[in-house]
């Protein structure tokens, strides 16, 4: 297991897109290893259990690997189930690889994430209404442990700048933009990275580069 101090918290969505869009090391090697994220998002040793209690990416696979042998969906969309499961499935390796740490949260963070993730102690935060376990526990770890965070999550950053206005944190356009400014890939190439993820169900429209070819 890798001693390193994590670079960057992350949460959920960055790690499914940069997964699902086969750029794994890309996150890795812009963010710096090891990243971080809690054991609510990536669980790698929770074995065989139901869904309604696996981690949120095991989830993911689990439900992508269903539709891949579905016999009441169509060829092509069972395909692409099949190619999703196969690309999230990369995190067994990151974690393996010490470029993922797991992190249980301390007594500090339990106390964050149970305000952020109550409909009354959210208000704390900005919020009207509660984060998500995993996007809390993410919020929980990035306070307390003073990790820069990594999300797309407008409701985690409003609460991040309640608690605390100048904590950094990066959303995947910047990454993006920042892997292009370290020389890592170019600008045609952070377009086409952004489109594919926008493919997948990503939210963000605009483009990390939009005056680029």
């Not at 040793?45 to 981690?55: A, I, L, Q, Y």
Request: charged residues 20%; aromatic residues 4%.
């Amino acid at each position: 297991m890798s001693s390193a101090l994590p670079s960057c918290v992350v949460d959920t969505v960055v790690l499914l897109y940069f997964l699902l869009a086969g750029e794994a090391d890309l996150l890795i090697d812009t963010l710096g290893p090891p990243l971080a994220t809690p054991r609510i998002i990536y669980d790698p040793d929770e074995g065989d259990v139901p869904d309604t209690v696996r981690s949120e990416m095991t989830r993911s696979i689990a439900y992508h690997r269903q539709v891949a042998t579905d016999p009441t969906q169509d060829t092509t969309a069972r395909d692409r189930a099949a190619a999703n499961a196969k690309r999230l499935s990369v995190i067994t390796d990151l974690h393996s690889a010490d470029k993922l740490v797991i992190m249980d949260l301390a007594t500090e963070e339990l106390e964050i994430l149970g305000r952020a993730t109550s409909p009354t102690g959210c208000g704390n935060y900005g919020l009207l209404f509660p984060l998500g376990p995993g996007e809390a526990a993410c919020l929980a770890i990035a306070v307390a442990r003073n990790l820069p965070l990594a999300t797309d999550d407008g409701d985690v950053l409003r609460a991040l700048r309640q608690a605390r206005p100048s904590h950094p944190y990066q959303r995947i356009r910047k990454l993006l933009i920042q892997s292009v400014d370290q020389g890592q890939i170019t600008c045609p190439r952070a377009n086409a990275i952004h489109q594919d993820m926008t493919n997948l169900g990503f939210w963000d429209s605009q483009l990390p580069f939009p005056n680029k070819p």
